[in-house]
């Protein structure tokens, strides 16, 4: 059984919680989640804040239970402070801007490329540092994913698109002889 699971999940001051049917929602001052359950997981509302429990012991309830004790956690964290991704872009020439929904890159291709920011994200593009802020973390976490797929870094100069605080395995190159 997971550990983190065994005690129940405190519901900070300013988060609601429902439990519609099997699935679970989660208001709070940023926005409101919501979040079907597995049939294998039962959650409960308890005095001491949101109790996960498997139903049955079998291998994939074990596996389960703190992973949605995490899902549990992360919706609380999302309502109440919100989640942030940074990524850095590196190279000459390239660049990027928001125009309203839309997020403009110029990455050295022979076209530029334009993505559409999704519902519920909040983005804002600096010099070289691109911020990326919402309440929901796959969604902030798939959004700078699929930024950073764009452009990956390379490993002989560092250019490309990175997150903050990530580090580029850097090649040597080759030598002159």
Known sequence: ???????????????????????????????????????????ENVEGGVQVSSKDASLEARALLGTYASHVRNMFEGVTAGFTKKLIIEGVGFKWDVAGNKLNLSLGFSHPVSMEIPEGLKVTAERNVLTIAGFD???????????????????????GIHYEGEVIRRKQGKKAA
């Open 1 to 43: 059984m997971s550990r983190l699971a065994k005690r129940p999940i405190a519901i900070p001051a300013k988060a609601e919680l429902a439990l519609v049917g099997d699935s679970v929602v989660v208001k709070g001052p940023k926005g409101t989640l919501s979040r079907p359950a597995h049939r294998l997981i039962s959650i």
């Open 137 to 159: 973390k796959e969604v902030v976490g798939q959004f700078a994913a699929n930024v950073r797929a764009l452009k990956k870094p390379e490993p002989y100069k560092g250019k």
